[in-house]
């Protein structure tokens, strides 16, 4: 074969060859939700690792209902309500809304980047539905129904039932656990922290976080501001 009549077919090798660029990571689900920043991300297959997040950080679409979704190990699947970046902070909820029965089968976050300033621990008590309302228990809705109420008491401050009393003559406790959770409402879902990696000083500056290549889990701090580079001095020099 001659040279010239070989040339398309190296041209054609080498097009096959060539690396593709590599993909941008998306920045949100069809359903909505809030915008996904490093170190959180969106890999393939759902998983909580690749180059797109952090370690730990991978977040995944719901086949469902298309909302960001964030999954513990130990505990399933949760819908992300809020992410703020520069407090290093993430609300995530139930997506049936109904947080205490996620607490009554498990909730734990071991194994996972994610922390807690907050620890409380609660015990869930059934209570016949007509003595709960006439001793002026507030039941948690969805898990109760017009014969018996659920109702859930937190220690040391009492905050989701009016009178120990009727606890005592009307209901019976099912289990008590201890989650990190504040109390904003169950509809407000549970307030997670992370610490590492540590993007707060390069946010604050109004810079982007991410890795420094493609290989190591070094991050760096890039495309700041005049403004934010003598932030960044001041706060933490990268």
Request: a negative charge; aromatic letters at 14%.
């Amino acid at each position: 074969m001659s040279l010239l009549t070989s040339l398309p077919f190296i041209f054609f090798l080498l097009f096959l060859l060539k690396p593709t660029a590599a993909q941008p990571c998306p920045t949100s689900c069809p359903g909505g939700g809030p915008q996904i920043n490093f170190p959180f991300g969106l890999n393939p297959h759902g998983s909580p690792n690749g180059r797109c997040s952090y370690p730990g950080f991978g977040l995944s679409c719901s086949n469902k209902t298309q909302q960001l979704v964030l999954n513990l190990p130990e505990s399933g699947e949760f819908i992300v309500r809020y992410i703020d970046y520069e407090a290093q902070q993430i609300w995530i909820n139930d997506p049936n809304f109904c947080l205490p029965q996620r607490f009554l089968h498990s909730f734990n976050i071991s194994g996972t980047p994610f922390d807690s300033e907050f620890w409380y621990t609660f015990t869930f008590f059934n209570c016949s539905a007509i003595e709960a309302a006439e001793g002026g228990l507030r039941p948690i809705p969805c898990l109760s129904n017009q014969n018996y109420s659920i109702v859930a008491s937190q220690a040391p401050a009492d905050i989701f039932v009016d009178s120990s009393d009727v606890l005592q003559s009307a209901c019976h406790p099912i289990t008590t656990f201890t989650v990190p959770f504040v109390w904003y409402g169950w509809w407000d879902g549970v307030r997670l922290e992370w610490s590492k990696p540590d993007c707060r000083s390069c946010i604050q500056g109004r810079g982007d976080c991410r890795f420094k290549n493609s290989t190591a889990l070094e991050i760096g701090c890039f495309n700041l501001p005049t403004q934010g580079k003598l932030l960044l001095a001041q706060l933490r020099p990268w």
